[in-house]
């Protein structure tokens, strides 16, 4: 059973930076694993921010990046908005099945 | 604007079958890989299934496989997923995403009996 495992809960002042992370109970996390990243906010569909590692959407704002870090995948927001407060997943590929982390969420204080 | 419709969800008894459609308006479905993912009351998304632009792979999560079937009709521009042996563990909001990015807004499956 392989379980990707992201941090239950973080908390980042306006403003400021904070780096989210996605860990594979298999390994190291690579490309190969086509990391997404998705940001859901109460009683809304989940909403796509980043696919294939580091690529954005048209409408992912320009804050969020994503990337690999420290063997794992990383979602990284920069000058944190408080419309930015949510939970956010991160998806895995694993060669024919993809699984989700369990979700960080995000507090803006 | 790009519109995934998901519709189908209600209210079924453990055992029975639902059928799943998301509708595509804007987009044309068959261009991309499309996936179901679920969520249950509280808790957090699970990948379900997807399927490739033409139809000819799939793929399930284990908790799923044997029971889910999913396709798709892209004269129709709609993907469905064919739900089996229905259990109250599937109780979910189940999602329609498009690989390219888009999402729908979810319909409510409730197994009870």
């Known amino acids: 059973q392989t379980v990707v495992t992201q941090e239950p809960s973080l908390t980042v002042s306006p403003g400021g930076t904070v780096t989210l992370t996605c860990a594979s109970s298999t390994g190291t996390v690579t490309s190969s694993y086509y990391a997404n990243w998705f940001q859901q906010n109460p009683g809304q569909a989940p909403r796509a921010l980043i696919y294939?590692?580091?690529n954005k959407h048209s409408w992912t704002p320009a804050r969020f990046s994503g990337s690999l870090l420290g063997g794992k995948a990383a979602l990284t927001l920069s000058g944190v908005q408080p419309e930015d407060e949510a939970e956010y997943y991160c998806l895995l590929y694993y060669g024919g099945v993809w699984v989700f982390g369990g979700g960080t969420k995000l507090t803006v204080l | 604007e790009v519109q995934l419709v998901e519709s189908g969800g209600g209210l079924v008894q453990p055992g029975g079958s639902l059928r799943l459609s998301c509708a595509a308006s804007r987009f044309t479905l068959s261009t991309f890989w499309m996936h179901w993912v679920r969520q249950a009351p509280g808790k957090g998304l699970v990948w379900v299934s997807h399927i490739n632009g033409d139809g000819s792979s799939t793929n399930y999560a284990d908790s799923v496989k044997g029971r889910f079937t999913i396709s798709r009709d892209n004269a129709k521009n709609t993907l469905y997923l064919q739900m089996d042996s229905l259990r109250a563990e599937d109780t979910a909001v189940y999602y329609c995403?498009?690989?390219?990015?888009?999402w729908g807004q979810g319909t409510l499956v409730t197994v009870s009996s």
């Open positions: 995403f498009a690989a390219e990015g888009h």
């Open positions: 294939s590692t580091n």
